[in-house]
């Protein structure tokens, strides 16, 4: 039982360190995303087209080297959550 509790922790954190490319080009989409309906609904709807305007600034404003250090900080605790789960199984 030990080793499966382990084995996720460790696919868990393995998988969370790999995700900082996909999860930038996912949030440079979705920017690209509210650009797009910001400047389709600026004829039909000015608040919605301020509203995605604002949501794309905010999205436009978080650094990609915050992203990674998220992602390796949090996967890497889990990959240190697994050893210790392994340990306690002994």
Do not use: Q
Not at 24 to 42: G, I, Q
Not at 58 to 68: E, G, H, N
């Amino acid at each position: 039982m030990g080793w499966t509790i382990a084995l996720i922790f460790w696919v868990a954190g393995v998988v969370i360190v790999g995700s900082p490319r996909f999860l930038f080009h996912r949030l440079e989409a979705m920017k690209s995303e509210t650009a797009d309906h910001s400047r389709a609904s600026e004829a039909s709807n000015k608040r919605e087209s301020i509203f995605f305007f604002i949501e794309t600034k905010a999205l436009d404003s978080i650094p990609w080297w915050i992203v990674t250090v998220t992602c390796v900080t949090v996967g890497l605790f889990l990959i240190a959550f697994g050893v210790i789960a392994l340990v306690f199984s002994y």
